[in-house]
């Protein structure tokens, strides 16, 4: 594996320079841990990383993003299972680490920024002697403030999806298609659909503490309920409802292991109707949108809890493939949409 040179667009340079502080640390902890000297002649596996250095290997991961990101290191994943991703560093990075952030900046730094709860001290919490304090993230949200907060940052980011199904909303939204948006927040992505598309009706499938964020949301818009409803349930524990045309996976299936996206792409393919199809729109890992993911993967090194993780679109494709369904095709746009039938 010879890792290339580090490209990155204007954009994706910017999300660097702006957590430059955040990347300083993580290869400043990545050379007081030893990685460097492992990583350069590579390539090596994060098993064999996490085990010669005594270290957490989901947390070693998100340390890894995080100089993959910075263009610092190479990845190849020949499976799902996380200890057999390989690494390698490009050539002269320990060596460039050591004389740019020798001992001396490295306890300026750590004195200056010692307020953050992490920085600095990523070793400690790489060997699972320190984490993110529960009060700082708790995840999943358990209190009715946490999850309306989490789902007023969700609809936040909506707008470049927002974009990608209006380009492509005439031949996703055949007259007379019922979706079911699973895990669909507060029911902003809904409304819009619904109020784009005549034809359309929404029902948002997530936990029951949102119904009432899905309610406020279907007031605002002023669409009647049986245009935009609410079936309240747990995919992890329940079968996915049935009786729908399309579900959707709008930045969901990311947040979950792999063997959990796996089975909640099987639970759609069991609720859908032969003809039925199935919608994944989320941020598919590129060099840019792993650069933009650099600040989530420094933060949450600490919080065991989230496994949150970008991958690429041929796992979606190939997981598809592998559970029957076909005429996969990804539709371009902000956030590319990958959409397949069930046979």
Same mark, same amino acid.
């Given at each position: 594996?010879?890792?290339?040179?580090?490209?990155?667009?204007?954009?994706?340079?910017?999300?660097?320079?702006?957590?430059?502080? =955040?990347?300083?640390?993580?290869?400043?902890?990545?050379?007081?841990?030893?990685?460097?000297?492992?990583?350069?002649?590579?390539?090596?596996?994060?098993?064999?990383?996490?085990? =010669?250095?005594?270290?957490?290997?989901?947390?070693?991961?998100?340390?890894?993003?995080?100089?993959?990101?910075?263009?610092?290191?190479?990845?190849?994943?020949?499976?799902?299972?996380?200890?057999?991703?390989?690494?390698?560093?490009?050539?002269?990075?320990?060596?460039?680490?050591?004389?740019?952030?020798?001992?001396?900046?490295?306890?300026?730094?750590?004195?200056?920024?010692?307020?953050?709860?992490?920085?600095?001290?990523?070793?400690?919490?790489?060997?699972?002697?320190?984490?993110?304090?529960?009060?700082?993230?708790?995840?999943?949200?358990?209190?009715?403030?946490?999850?309306?907060?989490?789902?007023?940052?969700?609809?936040?980011?909506?707008?470049?999806?927002?974009?990608?199904? =209006?380009?492509?909303?005439?031949?996703?939204?055949?007259?007379?298609?019922?979706?079911?948006?699973?895990?669909?927040?507060?029911?902003?992505?809904?409304?819009?659909?619904?109020?784009?598309?005549?034809?359309?009706?929404?029902?948002?499938?997530?936990?029951?503490?949102?119904?009432?964020?899905?309610?406020?949301?279907?007031?605002?818009?002023?669409?009647?309920?049986?245009?935009?409803?609410?079936?309240?349930?747990?995919?992890?524990?329940?079968?996915?409802?049935?009786?729908?045309?399309?579900?959707?996976?709008?930045?969901?299936?990311?947040?979950?292991?792999?063997?959990?996206?796996?089975?909640?792409? =099987?639970?759609?393919?069991?609720?859908?109707?032969?003809?039925?199809?199935?919608?994944?729109?989320?941020?598919?890992?590129?060099?840019?949108?792993?650069?933009?993911?650099?600040?989530?993967?420094?933060?949450?090194?600490?919080?065991?809890?989230?496994?949150?993780?970008?991958?690429?679109?041929?796992?979606?494709?190939?997981?598809?493939?592998?559970?029957?369904?076909?005429?996969?095709?990804?539709?371009?746009?902000?956030?590319?949409?990958?959409?397949?039938?069930?046979?």
């Amino acid at each position: 594996m010879k890792p290339e040179p580090p490209t990155h667009s204007p954009r994706a340079l910017l999300h660097l320079i702006f957590n430059g502080a =955040r990347a300083v640390d993580a290869v400043e902890a990545a050379l007081q841990l030893g990685l460097l000297d492992a990583l350069e002649p590579g390539p090596v596996t994060l098993g064999e990383l996490a085990s =010669r250095h005594g270290l957490i290997p989901g947390r070693l991961y998100k340390l890894l993003d995080c100089l993959e990101s910075l263009g610092l290191v190479r990845r190849e994943q020949p499976s799902d299972a996380l200890e057999s991703a390989r690494y390698q560093a490009v050539p002269g990075l320990r060596a460039a680490a050591e004389a740019v952030l020798g001992p001396r900046s490295l306890e300026k730094d750590r004195e200056k920024y010692a307020w953050r709860e992490i920085h600095g001290r990523l070793p400690e919490v790489l060997r699972g002697e320190h984490a993110m304090p529960a009060a700082a993230f708790d995840w999943p949200p358990r209190t009715p403030e946490q999850v309306a907060g989490f789902e007023a940052s969700m609809a936040a980011g909506l707008p470049p999806i927002l974009e990608t199904f =209006r380009t492509h909303g005439p031949q996703l939204w055949p007259g007379g298609t019922r979706l079911l948006d699973v895990g669909g927040g507060d029911g902003t992505l809904a409304a819009h659909l619904v109020r784009e598309h005549p034809g359309l009706t929404v029902d948002v499938y997530n936990l029951p503490a949102t119904e009432p964020l899905v309610s406020r949301t279907r007031e605002r818009h002023g669409i009647p309920p049986e245009r935009l409803g609410f079936v309240g349930g747990d995919f992890l524990k329940e079968p996915l409802p049935r009786g729908y045309d399309a579900l959707s996976f709008v930045r969901v299936l990311h947040d979950w292991p792999a063997d959990t996206a796996r089975a909640l792409l =099987r639970a759609a393919w069991e609720a859908l109707p032969s003809g039925g199809r199935v919608l994944i729109c989320e941020e598919f890992r590129t060099p840019e949108r792993l650069a933009a993911q650099f600040f989530w993967s420094y933060f949450l090194i600490g919080v065991d809890s989230c496994v949150s993780r970008l991958r690429e679109v041929e796992h979606y494709l190939r997981v598809l493939d592998e559970t029957g369904f076909t005429r996969a095709a990804v539709l371009p746009g902000p956030f590319e949409l990958v959409v397949a039938s069930k046979p």
